[in-house]
């Protein structure tokens, strides 16, 4: 039951969205910025997070948590040494670590937000990486997503990614895209802003986080990544598996098998 849900959502999130040019996304992410730094009446307290102390504002319509630097530092590390999600796995599982992620902040009493970024492979080549577990080789998505808080810095509120799989530290949205075209700077990326429920690129699986058996289903995927790393073969076996999985759904749309 559980690879068959796998599938559902890593096949149902590979199409990703036409991207805007470079200077249209610039134009439409200082809008946003805009409208989150207009609401300066949010206070944040450099105190231990907690439920209360941890203030919010809005995104469009979605609550986000709003973090001075150095909690978001902080809650960043925390998350990193979560030891049960496989950071190291970064061929896969970027929904499953988001999820894993926000539903860990969301206890903590703090909500965030998820960012898409995303490419449309016929205008540009693919977001790229280092890959962390083989040295000399990359790791490559058509689109890729981690959770993100606002952090007040110089009066201003700025999205800030936590994504350990890719960065050393939390980090301010546009360092993170940078990260992943280095081999491309002038590359087409859609970044996308969503509520922390969803789940997949295209928006069409939305979750509920205290669904205890989504969350069982999210745990046993990491674990099973977890097991993968550990491997030697691991990626390599990963990706058999998947090239296998595509065949088998190609016969089944041909009629055959």
């Given at each position: 039951?559980?690879?068959?849900?796998?599938?559902?959502?890593?096949?149902?999130?590979l199409?990703?969205?036409?991207?805007?040019?470079?200077?249209?996304?610039?134009?439409?992410?200082?809008?946003?910025?805009?409208?989150?730094?207009?609401?300066?009446?949010?206070?944040?307290?450099?105190?231990?997070?907690?439920?209360?102390?941890?203030?919010?504002?809005?995104?469009?319509?979605?609550?986000?948590?709003?973090?001075?630097?150095?909690?978001?530092?902080?809650l960043?590390?925390?998350?990193?040494?979560?030891?049960?999600?496989?950071?190291e796995?970064?061929?896969?599982?970027?929904?499953?670590?988001?999820?894993?992620?926000?539903?860990?902040?969301?206890?903590?009493?703090?909500?965030?937000?998820?960012?898409?970024?995303?490419?449309?492979?016929?205008?540009?080549?693919?977001?790229?990486r280092?890959?962390?577990?083989?040295?000399?080789?990359?790791?490559?998505?058509?689109?890729?997503?981690?959770?993100?808080?606002?952090?007040?810095?110089?009066?201003?509120?700025?999205?800030?990614?936590?994504?350990?799989?890719?960065?050393?530290?939390?980090?301010?949205?546009?360092?993170?895209?940078?990260s992943?075209?280095?081999?491309?700077?002038?590359?087409?990326?859609q970044?996308?802003?969503?509520?922390?429920?969803?789940?997949?690129?295209?928006?069409?699986?939305?979750?509920?986080f205290?669904?205890?058996?989504?969350?069982?289903?999210?745990?046993?995927?990491?674990?099973?990544?977890?097991?993968?790393?550990?491997?030697?073969?691991?990626?390599?076996?990963?990706?058999?598996?998947?090239?296998?999985?595509?065949?088998r759904?190609?016969?089944?749309?041909?009629?055959?098998?």
């Amino acid at each position: 039951m559980i690879k068959v849900f796998f599938i559902f959502v890593l096949f149902s999130s590979l199409s990703a969205r036409a991207a805007d040019d470079l200077k249209s996304f610039a134009t439409s992410l200082d809008s946003t910025l805009r409208h989150l730094n207009a609401q300066q009446s949010v206070q944040c307290d450099s105190s231990k997070l907690t439920q209360i102390q941890s203030r919010t504002t809005k995104l469009e319509s979605d609550n986000v948590s709003v973090l001075t630097e150095k909690e978001a530092q902080k809650l960043f590390q925390e998350l990193k040494s979560n030891g049960d999600i496989p950071f190291e796995f970064s061929i896969a599982g970027c929904e499953e670590r988001a999820h894993e992620m926000s539903r860990l902040m969301l206890l903590k009493g703090i909500t965030p937000i998820k960012v898409f970024a995303s490419v449309d492979e016929n205008e540009s080549p693919r977001l790229r990486r280092p890959n962390p577990t083989k040295t000399g080789t990359t790791v490559e998505w058509k689109y890729h997503v981690a959770p993100a808080v606002l952090v007040k810095k110089d009066n201003k509120l700025i999205p800030y990614i936590l994504d350990p799989s890719l960065e050393k530290s939390a980090v301010p949205v546009s360092a993170w895209q940078a990260s992943m075209t280095k081999h491309n700077p002038k590359m087409k990326v859609q970044l996308r802003f969503t509520p922390a429920s969803q789940f997949d690129e295209r928006g069409r699986l939305r979750i509920n986080f205290k669904d205890d058996s989504f969350n069982k289903s999210i745990k046993d995927t990491l674990r099973e990544y977890k097991v993968r790393n550990k491997s030697a073969d691991g990626e390599d076996q990963y990706w058999f598996e998947l090239q296998r999985n595509e065949e088998r759904m190609m016969m089944f749309d041909e009629g055959g098998y």
